[in-house]
T-cell receptor, first 111, second 115 residues
Framework: EDQVTQSPEALRLQEGESSSLNCSYT??????LFWYRQDPGKGPEFLFT???AGEEKEKERLKATLTKKESFLHITAPKPEDSATYLC????????????FGPGTSLSVIP | EPEVTQTPSHQVTQMGQEVILRCVPI?????FYWYRQILGQKVEFLVS????????KSEIFDDQFSVERPDGSNFTLKIRSTKLEDSAMYFC?????????????FGPGTRLTVL
């Protein structure tokens, strides 16, 4: 069964304390992996798309990496405004458009 | 910056009633999607739509659901006879291309409450 898991479920960081979020996937052929940020009561906001193992993407304090089984979202020197739920989603080669989301990691950055 | 918009932001309805959720995708996008997120749960894919027909649908998207692009700008999700378990946030998304080759941009969502 195609599955996406994320860890940890919740993470509290002090401002400036770097860390990583994990997304593990078990799918029958990966077409693409997506990272989104979701603020409470809002829609997911696109961050990155990764297509192949070894690929890396960066945006401000965020860096996403991809291996054959998992992806990491590295947060360097986070600020309170980085507090949100970070969602990982995958699309399989066996699907036209369907995307499977993980449960998310709720990040809180304390000043 | 172009964005996906959705109306209404909150819809309250009685069980058994029909509801229509509306979305205006980004103007030059060709692929449209509906997702739902039950409170505290994962975002779930419902359906994708391209060239005026359903491209793919999940097992959640049963006969009580339908989608339509009634004009050149709107994309709607209709739930014919709402159930309590339909209470959720419903997100519309659009992309310029499909098949995972392009980013899906999400709207702010409609919170549907079924009483």
């Amino acid at each position: 069964e195609d599955q996406v898991t994320q860890s940890p479920e919740a993470l509290r960081l002090q401002e400036g304390e770097s860390s990583s979020l994990n997304c593990s996937y078990t799918v029958s052929g990966l077409r693409g992996l997506f990272w989104y940020r979701q603020d409470p009561g809002k829609g997911p906001e696109f961050l990155f798309t990764l297509y192949s193992a070894g690929e890396e993407k960066e945006k401000e304090r965020l860096k996403a990496t991809l291996t054959k089984k998992e992806s990491f979202l590295h947060i360097t020197a986070p600020k309170p405004e980085d507090s949100a739920t970070y969602l990982c989603a995958v699309q399989m080669k066996t699907s036209y458009d369907k995307v499977i989301f993980g449960p998310g990691t709720s990040l809180s950055v304390i000043p | 910056e172009p964005e996906v918009t959705q109306t209404p932001s909150h819809q309250v309805t009685q069980m058994g009633q029909e509801v229509i959720l509306r979305c205006v995708p980004i103007s030059n996008h060709l692929y449209f999607y509906w997702y739902r997120q039950i409170l505290g749960q994962k975002v779930e894919f419902l359906v994708s739509f391209y060239n005026n027909e359903i491209s793919e649908k999940s097992e959640i998207f049963d006969d009580q659901f339908s989608v339509e692009r009634p004009d050149g700008s709107n994309f709607t999700l209709k739930i014919r006879s709402t159930k309590l378990e339909d209470s959720a946030m419903y997100f519309c998304a659009s992309s310029a291309a499909g098949r995972g080759t392009d980013t899906q941009y999400f709207g702010p969502g409609t919170r549907l409450t079924v009483l």
